[in-house]
């Protein structure tokens, strides 16, 4: 095995943790092998010797390839993403499909509820909070890729850490319930039952639509009434649901043709759903390049 080989197979046995790590900064699996690429380009120009903890290496440079590209998001002359709107890249198992790389992100997964209120962070923000509250990098190493002192990148994980409590909280029902909620209202949907559907959401849920191109600019609305009523106008994606897991808790994709149509990701609190955040955009979608069985 000459040098190369050598250090190709040291960056593959470090490829799920550095996965993990661009997902949570991009939201995007597309951009997380993006990443990745570039992150193995560095490698291959630099001079192994020199490098004594590989792993903390790549974390850093896969961290700063990462800040890099949510920067250029913001410089390319295009519309930006929209946080309160844009549904990240979702990880859906649970159906027989998915890379295999995908499910090495199932293993420490953070709900997609999350993933949207990282959207709202400031790239620095993102950065320190996913390198240190995520994956416990001390803030001496952070601090040089955000170019600011270890003192200023605690206060940027601070700061994206309020932001991030209560926005997003931890769903406090085990997989069961999650299910038995999630099939009570789609039963609800499916049966026109305005009530039974309230019941099942808290009363200030948020629901997020992203439909892509297809629905610029996408939908978010609020409120248990004003989410029932639009969600009993789409009893179709109710009867083509399938179970799932999104993000490691309970979720559904509507199937029509074998194909999906859209992902379905809940959050849960106090027995209820809190948030609904659907992706319906068909070409994102397409690039999950999921197989799912008939029924």
């Known amino acids: 095995m000459n040098e190369h ?31 990745l690429q570039e992150t193995w380009l560095k490698l291959s120009r630099s001079d192994p010797d020199e490098v004594d903890n590989l792993a903390g290496w790549l974390t850093t440079v896969v961290g700063r390839v990462c800040l890099d590209m949510l920067r250029s998001r913001r410089s390319r002359g295009e519309e ?127 629901a997020r639509a992203d439909g892509g191109p297809l629905r610029p600019g996408g939908s978010i609305v609020r409120g248990a009434a004003t989410v029932a009523g639009q969600a009993l106008a789409f009893a179709q994606i109710a009867d083509s649901a399938r179970p799932a897991l999104v993000n490691g808790t309970a979720g559904v994709v509507a199937i029509s043709a074998g194909r999906p149509m859209s992902v379905l990701a809940f959050g849960f609190a106090a027995r209820r759903i809190v948030s609904l955040d659907i992706l319906a955009d068909p070409a994102r979608l397409s690039r999950l390049d999921l197989t799912v069985p008939a029924s």
Do not use: K, N, W
């Open 80 to 206: 930006p993403l929209d946080p309160q709107v844009h549904v990240p890249d979702p990880i859906i198992t649970g159906m027989g499909a998915g890379d295999p790389e995908e499910s090495v992100l199932i293993a420490d997964s953070i709900g997609l509820a999350l993933m949207v209120v990282l959207e709202t962070l400031a790239p620095a923000e993102r950065l320190a909070f996913v390198l240190h509250d995520l994956f416990a990098v001390p803030f001496d190493e952070i601090a040089p890729i955000v170019d600011r002192t270890p003192a200023a990148a605690r206060q940027l994980a601070s700061r994206a850490r309020r932001r991030v409590q209560g926005a997003a909280p931890s769903p406090d029902v085990d997989l069961a319930v999650q299910r038995e909620i999630v099939d009570a209202f789609l039963a609800a949907v499916r049966g026109g039952d305005f009530d039974a559907l309230v019941a099942v959401l808290d009363p200030d849920v948020v």
């Open 5 to 35: 080989d050598f250090l190709a197979e040291r960056f593959e046995t470090h490829r799920g943790h550095l996965l993990a790590v661009a997902y949570r900064m991009l939201g995007s699996l597309t951009e997380a092998d993006d990443a």
